[in-house]
């Protein structure tokens, strides 16, 4: 009886209000609803001529597991679902949640006697991503939560572009406050794979960055500044970009990163490598060496020989190109992983290149070339073996854990200015090489490699090939073989240097 009255008044209510208030004119259609890319179930699709989406609030909650209930005393509708209670009131922007207030851009509201909300409501409170395809008369709503994955900076003349990488771009919020003057960013249901915790910058723009939880279900990462200066940001599916100018720039833009660019380089920002009157300085890495042969072939090759060839060759065409290059190791000397990037640095390379080949001993029909930068995620599986094998080939000291090696890689990433400027050279040595050999091009990777951590350039690690697939091991000793892996490389080193 007490449940018939409950549902009496919530009629009735909404009754009486949908009388009372002037609504907009929606128009409604059945659409397909898939959950994390499974389909569920029909449901309506209210939309108005301003572009307004709407879905009821009963039948969007069923299908996603959750359920819908109304609190008499307060005349308020509570939304449950994955553990969560939000309260609504109709008609207004504000919800609460575990205590906390928070708003909606569109207000729970009723439409032919059905509550109705924006999918905003999932994005803010649970996290969840709403896609929807009008042509299609589908949306997608995923569940899993985005993840800050990687964070950088690099500074210009009058302005410090701030990189925020994610799994998939999170619902946000930019804004300033005063006294001091600050900027912020809200990330709302956002994990974080790393700890920004208090970064200083001790630039003439920005002093530091700093980040904790500002609600239960909300990151805050503020932007102490040195004074009143404007910001514009640009995004992309994954990719935030905040840039922060002096004072006397003032402009706020919102606009969206080009696509097939993850992440925009305007000439004021590009990496300008050190002793522009100079020639440009290459370090060539062979790997292994030594007591470390890396991998062996069927036929009894070594990876140490092949990449110390190659390697040499590829050093004599750079500098017939006009480069000043620097190698690791001429000779079958050890080298330990740690010392190679110093080298690099104590060099004042413009750029670095660890050469490599391949093995996969239980896929011998495994082919085919691949470049890596560094990177604390690993870009698929095949990523992860190949970097477990080169990062304990020649390391020296204790092993590192997954974990301390992630810490490691996460506080290089953190102040390093050249990830971008790494990913774009690796997609030109795929490039270029396919130029030269036929093999099948594997795509351009990361991972968390330590002999590139550290490095104050530009750096790919190359794998030229594998000595597991018996066709190519014969191949990688030929002359003829390597001379073109070499002139693929340095057309990539030419092409790279001419963009700036």
Not at 40 to 54: E, Q, R
Not at 224 to 232: I, R, V
Not at 470 to 486: H, M, S, Y
Request: net charge positive.
């Amino acid at each position: 009886m007490k449940l018939m009255v409950k549902i009496l008044s919530l009629l009735l209510f909404i009754l009486i209000f949908s009388s009372s208030f002037p609504l907009t004119s929606y128009s409604a259609e059945k659409i397909s609803l898939y959950l994390d890319g499974r389909y569920v179930g029909k449901i309506d699709l209210f939309s108005s001529p301003d572009g307004k989406f709407l879905f009821p609030v009963r039948d969007l909650f069923r299908l996603l597991g959750g359920s819908v209930g109304w609190i008499g005393s307060t005349k308020e509708t509570y939304l449950q679902l994955a553990g969560k209670k939000v309260v609504l009131k109709i008609g207004s922007k504000e919800y609460k949640v575990d205590g906390e207030i928070g708003t909606i851009d569109t207000p729970l509201t009723v439409i032919d006697n059905k509550l109705v909300v924006p999918c905003e409501i999932l994005e803010r409170v649970w996290g969840y991503t709403c896609s929807l395809d009008i042509g299609k008369k589908r949306l997608d709503i995923e569940t899993t939560l985005p993840v800050l994955e990687n964070f950088y900076y690099r500074k210009a003349q009058n302005k410090i572009d701030f990189i925020f990488k994610f799994s998939k771009l999170p619902t946000f919020k930019i804004g300033t406050l005063s006294s001091p003057p600050r900027i912020f960013i809200d990330l709302y249901n956002t994990l974080s794979r790393i700890s920004l915790g208090e970064i200083p910058i001790n630039s003439s723009i920005v002093k530091k960055i700093r980040s904790g939880r500002f609600t239960s279900s909300t990151l805050r990462i503020v932007f102490d500044l040195m004074g009143k200066s404007s910001y514009t940001y640009q995004k992309d599916k994954n990719t935030l970009i905040i840039s922060v100018f002096s004072p006397e720039k003032v402009e706020v833009i919102s606009t969206p990163i080009p696509e097939n660019n993850n992440v925009v380089s305007t000439p004021s920002v590009k990496w300008t490598p050190p002793q522009t009157h100079k020639k440009k300085i290459i370090i060539l890495d062979p790997g292994h060496g030594g007591k470390d042969p890396g991998a062996i072939g069927r036929y009894g090759t070594r990876e140490k020989d092949l990449v110390l060839s190659i390697g040499l060759r590829l050093k004599t065409l750079l500098e017939q190109n006009g480069f000043k290059v620097y190698i690791t190791r001429s000779g079958d000397k050890f080298i330990p992983l740690q010392e190679r990037p110093r080298f690099a640095n104590r060099k004042n390379g413009d750029l670095f290149i660890s050469l490599h080949i391949n093995s996969a001993p239980f896929n011998t029909k495994a082919s085919g070339i691949e470049t890596f930068y560094l990177s604390s995620r690993y870009s698929d599986p095949d990523a992860k073996k190949v970097a477990k094998r080169e990062n304990t080939s020649s390391f020296t000291g204790k092993p590192l854990t997954e974990e301390e090696l992630i810490k490691l890689i996460l506080s290089d990433l953190l102040l390093s200015v050249n990830i971008e400027d790494s990913s774009k050279f690796a997609g030109l040595v795929e490039k270029q090489l396919t130029r030269y050999v036929k093999l099948p091009v594997r795509g351009v990777k990361t991972a968390p490699f330590i002999v590139l951590k550290g490095l104050k350039m530009p750096a790919v690690l190359v794998e030229l090939g594998f000595i597991s697939n018996p066709k190519e091991e014969k191949l990688l000793k030929t002359r003829d073989f390597q001379l073109k892996l070499a002139k693929g490389i340095t057309s990539a080193v030419k092409l790279f240097f001419r963009s700036y």
